[in-house]
C-alpha cells in the first residue's frame, strides 16, 4: 500500500505566495495597532502637558506644537507647523532689538548636540506682546543615534517674576525702614548723649556759680554777726549791699534756666505790643547794670522813632543778655555800641564791642546752653544768655547772626520784623 507524500509547493508558486502574504499581513495588522495606539497616548500626553512644547527639524521648522504652546503665544496650531519657530516667537530681545538666529540657544542644540536650558529671555505673542520664559532646547537622535532635530519645552514664567519683584520691593521697603528706624535710634542716642552732657554742665554750673555768691553771703554775714559792734554804718551797709548783689546774682540764674525751660517747652507765650524801639533802647541804657562809668555804652541811630509790633519781654532778653555779655568780656577803657536802623520791614539791632573775641572752634556751639568759650577764663557767667537770645529771636521770627576776632572784638547782628504778620526774607 503506497501512502501519499504532502504536496510540497514551490516558493514561488502563486498559491504559496498568496499564503506568505496572508500571514505577514496578520502579523503587521497588531504592529499598526500598536503604533497607532502608542501615537495616540504620545499625542494625548502631549496635549495634557501645561508647559509649551514644539519640536524643530533640523531647519529649525515645526515638526510638532501642543496646545499649551499654541495658546501661550497665540497662534493656531495649524499655522505652526512647518514655520520657522524663531521668526515666530524668539526673533527679538526685550527690548526690541533683534536676535539673530544664530545667537539663539535654541539652534544651539542643532547644532553642537548639547541641552540648553535659559532663563532669561522672553517669547513673543502673535499680537506683537512678550512674556518671560524659561525653556530648555534638547536635541533629539534616531535609533542610530544621528541628530535629527530638537524639543523645546518652555513655561510662562510671568507669575514668578512678578513675585520676585514684589518679594524685592518688600525687601527693599524693609531695608529702608530698618534704615530709617537705625537713623531715629542714632538720634535718640545722640540726643540722649547731648541731654546727659547738658545735665552734667547744668550740675557743674549751677554747682560753680552758686558756690562763689553763697561763700560771699556767709563770709558777709558772718562779718556782721562778728564785727557787728566795731563796724560803721557804712560798712555795713557796704556788707548788705554784698549780700543783695549775691541774692540778684543767684535770682538772675534761676530766672535764666525758667525763662530758658519755658521757651524749649514752647509754654512760653508771645505777646506783640506796638513798641518805639528807638525809645525803648535809650531808656534800657540808662538802667544801672548797663551804666559803665569809665566809657559808656553808644548808642547810634539816625532816626527818632522806629514803631514795632514786639514782645517787650523779649525784646529786653535779647538786648539785656547781648549787652551784659559785652560788658563782662570787654575791657572798661574799649568802647561797646548799640546800633540800631530801619530797613524796609525789619529792625535791625547790632551790639559791638572790643572785648576778648569768641573762638573758632566756640563759634559752633555758641547758642547751645550752658556753653562758654574757651577763653574766658575766670569771668562768672552760665551759658544760658546766648541760648535765651537765640531762642527768643527765633520765637520772633528774626535772624541772629555773628562775627568776631579774637582779642578783637564781636559784633551781633540781630533782625527783627516791624510787624510780625509781614517779614522780609533775611
Known sequence: MTTDSPLTLPINHPVAMMATEKKDHSLAQPVEQELSQLRRQHQLILNAVGEGVYGLDLEGNVTFVNPAAAQMIDWPLEELVGKSMHAVLHHSHADGSAYPREACPIYAALKDGSTHRVMTEVFWRKDGSHFPVEYISTPMRDEAGTLIGAVVTFRDISQRRWAEKVLEQTNEDLELKIQERTQKLRQANQQLKELNEMRSRFIAMVCHEFRNPLNNITLSISSLKRYNEHLSPEEKADYLANINGNVERMTQIIDDILVLGRIEAKVLE????????????????????????????????????????IDERLLRSILSNLLINAIHYTAETEAIALRVRKWKNTVIIKVEDQGIGITRKDKKYLFEPFHRGCNVSNIPGTGLGLSIVKQSVDLLGGSIHLASQVNRGTAFTVRLPLCAAQSDPI
Do not use: H, W, Y
Not at 280 to 309: D, K, M
Open 270 to 309: 508771645v505777646n506783640l505790643e506796638t513798641i518805639d524801639i528807638v525809645d525803648f533802647c535809650r531808656n534800657l541804657l540808662t538802667e544801672g547794670e548797663f551804666v559803665r562809668a569809665i566809657n559808656p555804652i553808644q548808642f547810634i541811630c539816625s532816626s527818632r522813632q522806629i514803631l514795632a509790633e
